[in-house]
């Protein structure tokens, strides 16, 4: 491995860190950190650490900057974490997703740092769905760069990002870059699986448009020919101004939406607003930001399958 020198200098990084008081030692009471032998891969949040964890398999260690519960877009790091991005072998995160994260990473990533927003190109914030001007959501477009960053919820683009990981892991540890390429390579076979049920899934529906409360399906919607209609933008903090709301309301009546999502995540009290007025159910669709509760990546995205075709009448 080629971290050896650049480790030294930021194991110093981590004591001067400790002697400012922001740290204890050991203070990780398992929560990931590393194992002697093993890589040691720090994830910003869960669908990167479920890309880790399936490709690193046993000769890595894997540890989420997003603790279960949290919503990732506002994470905010403690000392204990910073610490943790700067003692990683390979960090993992999405650039332009979380602000707090780029800071570390900038600070003290290094080379060691993987990006994968750099590996497909990202959706602009705007694009695809429905085209008017989101009231209120200027904030959102600058924070990610006018990008929208949920591309792990097309399993095709997340494919593509395991297979880069694959290589960056190698490249971490060539002695077992051939085990990170074969279980990169096996997981990509079960993502197009999901992929092809997807497809067959929400082929022939009666409506194909999807109210949420966040716009996080831009990628989902876009794959699979669906339109969805967000009430706040990008961020799921983001208030939808009372013309927002109205306009939402109109649309799904226009579009007969039996069904108005919310998230994990995320308050459903704004989906409630717009269901009760126009007469729609509610339903729970994963954005996946954070660690399920039960299952993982897949399971959970053959739940919002189900879901969807329940929600859209398909056939
Ligand atoms: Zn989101």
Known sequence: MTVRAPRRVLTAATAALLAA???????????GGSEPGKVDVVAAFYPLQFLAERIGGDTVTVSNLTKPGAEPHDLELNPRQVGQVADADVVVYLSGFQPAVDEAVEQNGGDRAFDVAGVTPLRDAAAGGHDHDHEGEAG?????GGKDPHVWLDPTRLATIGDKLAERLGKADPD?????????GALRTELTKLDTEYADGLRTCQRREIVTSHTAFGYLTERYKLEQIG??????ESEPSPKRLAEVAEEAREHQAGTIFFETLVSPKVAETIAREVGAKTAVLDPLEGPPADGDYLSVMRTNLQTLRTALDCS
């Open 140 to 144: 959102h477009a600058e924070e990610g």
């Open 21 to 31: 008081g922001g740290l204890t030692a050991c203070a990780d009471g398992g929560g």
């Open 231 to 236: 009430i706040s933008g990008l961020t799921p």
């Open 176 to 184: 077992h870059a051939a085990g990170y390429t074969a279980r990169a």
